[in-house]
C-alpha cells in the first residue's frame, strides 16, 4: 500500500500507522546516515522514538523536554548531517499527524505538531552542541598529545613522526618561524581540495581572511616572537575554488634541544558543515516563521545595540497594529489572516530599504520598525508615513479586498543607554493604543505625560482586586435635604479609594477601570451592602417622624447583572432597612433606548417599594415622552442647570428649563432632587421653582457616616 492510502479506505491501527511514519522517515534519513546498519534496521532504530513522537502529539500537557530529547536522540544515533534536521522537521511537519492523529482535531495537532518540531530542533542543536564540545575537547587533547609526539619524533624517531603526521584525521602543517610551510599531511590537503605540494612552499600569512579576528594575528605574531607557547582561534581560510573553509586552528611551538623556537606546528579541524547549521538554526531562531522578517529576539538585539549607542547617535521606532484584524480571522479564519499578515509583512518590509531600517514581528499584528542615525528624528516619521501609505491599498484574500489599517505609536530619542529596550517599546505600545483611540489610522508621538498617565491608570487596574479585599475602600456621604422645611432627607453614598501610594482618590479616576474590567460588580454590591447597614443604623439612632433614606449609585454593568434584584433583596432582609429607605440611582445615558428586558429588575425593585431615580437627568438627550414608562420615582437634575443660578439675577433660560422639567415631574408624580447647590441664592430660586430635595457644598460636603446623624438630630432638636 503507498504512503498516500493511509488517507482512504478502512482505517488501519495506530502501531501499524506509526509503522509507516517511521518507515518514511527512515527513508529521508538513510542516505545522511554514516552507519553500518541496514536501512530496514535503521527503520527498527527510529521506531521507537516514533511512539514516542505520538505519544507527545496527544499528550494532553506539551512536554517540551520529552521533544527535545528526541532531537537529542538523533545525534545519538549518530544523525548528525546538517541535512538530518531539516528532514527530520520535514516528515514531522508532512506525515506526523497524518499518520499518528488517530482523526483528533487536525488545526489542534498541527499546533502540537509545530512545538514538537521547534523543540525537537532545540533538541538536537544542543546535543550537537554537546557533541562538538566533547570532540572539541578530544582534539584538544589530540593536539597536546600531537604536539608532544611530534616532539618527541623529531628528537628520537622521524619513522614515528611520520606514521603519526600522515595518519592523523586533522589536518596538520609544519611551518618555519618566517610562516613558510615546510610540510602538510594528506588530511589538510583535502581540506583546501587540492595536493600537499601545493600547500609546501606557501606563507601562512597569505592565507588571512577579511573575516579574521584581529586577535588572531596578535596570538601569532606572540607565538612566532617566543612569547607564547600556543593559541587556539576560530579561523576561517580560502579554498582554491573560492569557498571558504572554517576550522577551528591551534597553532603550537616546536623548540629545539636548546629551547630556542623551531617549527610552528598547525592543527586545522573543518568545521564547516556544523558552522552552517548553526548558522541556519541561529536563522530560525531569529526570524518570524510565517512572514520571513526578524523576529522580537533579533529585533531587541538591535534596538539594544542602538540605545547603547553614544548620545550624538539617535534612534526612532515605529510600533504597528492593525485595526480590525480580529474581525478578519473571526469572519474569515486564521489562514486568511495569516494569508493577509504575509501581504502586509511584504509591504511593511520595502518600507525599511534604508541603511540602519528593520522591520520586524513581534507577534499576532503586531509588527515594529527601527532607524538609526543623525537623521532619526526626521526619518522615523517619514518610515511612519510610509507604512501607512504601504497599507493604503486593499490586500485580496481569496477573492476578496480587504480594507487595511493600522494605528503606529513614535518613540525617537538619543541613545547612550538612559532608557531600555522594554521602556521604550513599551512607551510605543502606549502611544499606538492613543492612536487607536483616536479613531485609528494614524500615528501618534510618544508623550512623556501621557505615559504616566497611562502607566499609573494600568497600576491602579491591576491593583483594583486586591484593594477591595484589603479594604482599602471606604463611603462618604453627602446629605441630601428637604428644600420645603430644611431637614435632612437622608443622604447620597459616594465611595472613595484609600490608595496606599496616591492617597485617597475620587470614583470618577476609578470607577470607569472598574467597569472595564468587571470589577465594579463586587464593588457596587459591597457599597450597597455598606450603605444599607449604615442606613439602618440612621434609623435605630434617628428616631424621627421619617427615616433617613440612602441612595446609592448603580453602574450600567450593575443594571445589567443578574443577580441585581436578588443581591438587593439579600441585603436589605439581612440588615433589615426597609425598601422604602433605599434609592438607587440609574444615569439617564444607561437608560436610553433601554427595552423591557433592561427594565425588568428595576421595574420589580420599584415594585417592592425600593425608588429609582434618574440620575444626570438633562444630559442624556432622551425623549421626555420616555419617562412615562420608566420605573422612576425621582428626577436628579444635572449640575449643569444650576450653575446659572449661582450668578445675580439667575440666567432666565435656566430658570424656564428648571421651571418646565419640574412642572413635567410633578405632573407623572416625580420628585426633583437637585445637584450642585453652592449658594443660598440657589437654594432659594430651587424652593421657588418647586423642587423638592437639593444636595450641595451649600448644605454639606460628602464627609463620614457621623456628620449626616450629627445633622439630622440638628434638625429633630431644633424642629
Avoid at 548528525?80 to 514531522?92: G, Y
Avoid at 577579511?210 to 617566543?226: A, C, H, K, M, N
Wanted: with cysteine; hydrophobic share 40%.
Amino acid at each position: 500500500m503507498s504512503e498516500a492510502s493511509a488517507t482512504s479506505g478502512t482505517r488501519d491501527e495506530p502501531a501499524d500507522r506509526v509503522g509507516r511514519f517511521a518507515t518514511i522517515w527512515s527513508r529521508a534519513l538513510f542516505p545522511l546516515t554514516a552507519t553500518s546498519l541496514t536501512r530496514p534496521e535503521f527503520e527498527k532504530l527510529l521506531l521507537p522514538l516514533a511512539h514516542r513522537l505520538r505519544a507527545a502529539l496527544h499528550a494532553r500537557v506539551f512536554d517540551a523536554a520529552e521533544a527535545r530529547d528526541l532531537g537529542a536522540a538523533l545525534v545519538a544515533a549518530h544523525c548528525t548531517d546538517p541535512e538530518t534536521l531539516s528532514r527530520t522537521l520535514d516528515v514531522v511537519e508532512a506525515y506526523l499527524v497524518l499518520y499518528c492523529g488517530d482523526d483528533g482535531r487536525h488545526e489542534d495537532l498541527a499546533a502540537r505538531g509545530a512545538r514538537i518540531q521547534h523543540a525537537m530542533a532545540a533538541g538536537f542543536a544542543g546535543a550537537l552542541r554537546e557533541r562538538t564540545r566533547t570532540e572539541q575537547e578530544a582534539i584538544s587533547r589530540a593536539a597536546l598529545g600531537a604536539r608532544a609526539a611530534v616532539e618527541r619524533a623529531l628528537h628520537v624517531s622521524e619513522a614515528r613522526f611520520r606514521a603519526v603526521f600522515e595518519g592523523a584525521a586533522l589536518g596538520i602543517s609544519i611551518a618555519d618561524m618566517d610562516g613558510v610551510i615546510v610540510e602538510a599531511n594528506d588530511a589538510l590537503a583535502g581540506m583546501f581540495g587540492g595536493l600537499v605540494s601545493s600547500l609546501r612552499g606557501t606563507n601562512v600569512r597569505e592565507w588571512a581572511h577579511p573575516d579574521d579576528s584581529p586577535t588572531v594575528w596578535r596570538l601569532y605574531e606572540e607565538l612566532v616572537t617566543g612569547t607564547r607557547e600556543y593559541f587556539r582561534a576560530e579561523k576561517p581560510f580560502y579554498r582554491h575554488d573560492g569557498t571558504v573553509l572554517w576550522t577551528n586552528l591551534t597553532v603550537s611551538l616546536l623548540r629545539d634541544d636548546r629551547g630556542e623556537p623551531l617549527y610552528q606546528l598547525a592543527l586545522l579541524e573543518d568545521t564547516t558543515e556544523r558552522r552552517l547549521l548553526n548558522l541556519r538554526l541561529r536563522y530560525e531562531a531569529t526570524h518570524d516563521a510565517l512572514t520571513g522578517l526578524p523576529n522580537r529576539t533579533l529585533f531587541f538585539e538591535r534596538l539594544d545595540k542602538a540605545l547603547q549607542a553614544g548620545e550624538k547617535d539617535r534612534f526612532g521606532l515605529c510600533y504597528l497594529d492593525l485595526d480590525g484584524f480580529k474581525t478578519v480571522n473571526d469572519s474569515l479564519g486564521h489562514d486568511a489572516g495569516d494569508r493577509l499578515l504575509v501581504e502586509v509583512a511584504d509591504r511593511l518590509q520595502g518600507c525599511a530599504g534604508g541603511a540602519g531600517e528593520i522591520v520586524a514581528r513581534l507577534g499576532g499584528d503586531e509588527f515594529v520598525a527601527l532607524t538609526t542615525g543623525p537623521r532619526a528624528r526626521e526619518e522615523v516619521h517619514e518610515l511612519a508615513g510610509r507604512m501607512m501609505q504601504a497599507l493604503a491599498a486593499p490586500v485580496r484574500v481569496d477573492g476578496r479586498a480587504l480594507t487595511v489599517r493600522g494605528s503606529i505609536g513614535i518613540v525617537e530619542g538619543p541613545g547612550g543607554g538612559k532608557r531600555g529596550s522594554a521602556e521604550v517599546l513599551r512607551s510605543a505600545d502606549i502611544t499606538m493604543y492613543r492612536a487607536k483611540a483616536a479613531g485609528g489610522n494614524r500615528y501618534e508621538v510618544a508623550d512623556p505625560e501621557a505615559d504616566a498617565r497611562a502607566i499609573t491608570r494600568h497600576g491602579l487596574t491591576t491593583s483594583l482586586p486586591a484593594a477591595l479585599e484589603r479594604g482599602e475602600f471606604f463611603i462618604e456621604y453627602q446629605p441630601l435635604v428637604d428644600l420645603g422645611d430644611g431637614t435632612v432627607h437622608g443622604a447620597e453614598a459616594l465611595v472613595r479609594w484609600s490608595h496606599p501610594q496616591h492617597g485617597t482618590i475620587g470614583p470618577d479616576r476609578f470607577i470607569p477601570l472598574a467597569e472595564h474590567t468587571g470589577l465594579i460588580v463586587p464593588l457596587g454590591r459591597w457599597v450597597l451592602d455598606e450603605s444599607a447597614r449604615q442606613a439602618r443604623l440612621w434609623q435605630e439612632e434617628h428616631g424621627g417622624p421619617a427615616p433617613l433614606r440612602v441612595n446609592v449609585n448603580l453602574s450600567p454593568c450593575q443594571l445589567q447583572h443578574p443577580r441585581l434584584v436578588a443581591d438587593t433583596i439579600e441585603i436589605l432582609e439581612r440588615t433589615g432597612l426597609p425598601p422604602g429607605a433605599l434609592c438607587l440611582e440609574v444615569t439617564e445615558s444607561a437608560l436610553i433606548g433601554a427595552d423591557d428586558d433592561l427594565l425588568k429588575p428595576l421595574r420589580r425593585l420599584a415594585e417592592m417599594g425600593v425608588d429609582i431615580a434618574l440620575d444626570d437627568f438633562g444630559t442624556g438627550y432622551s425623549n421626555l415622552a420616555n419617562l412615562r414608562r420608566l420605573p422612576v420615582s425621582v428626577l436628579k437634575l444635572d449640575r449643569a442647570f444650576t450653575r446659572g443660578m449661582q450668578q445675580f439675577p439667575a440666567d432666565p433660560v435656566d430658570l424656564k428649563i428648571v421651571e418646565g422639567i419640574v412642572a413635567l415631574a410633578h405632573s407623572l408624580d416625580l420628585a426633583v432632587t437637585v445637584e450642585g447647590v453652592e449658594t443660598s441664592a440657589q437654594a432659594d430660586q430651587l424652593r421657588e421653582l418647586g423642587c423638592d430635595t437639593a444636595q450641595g457644598w451649600y448644605y454639606a460636603r460628602p464627609g463620614p457616616a457621623a456628620r449626616v446623624r450629627e445633622l439630622a438630630l440638628v434638625d429633630a432638636v431644633s424642629g
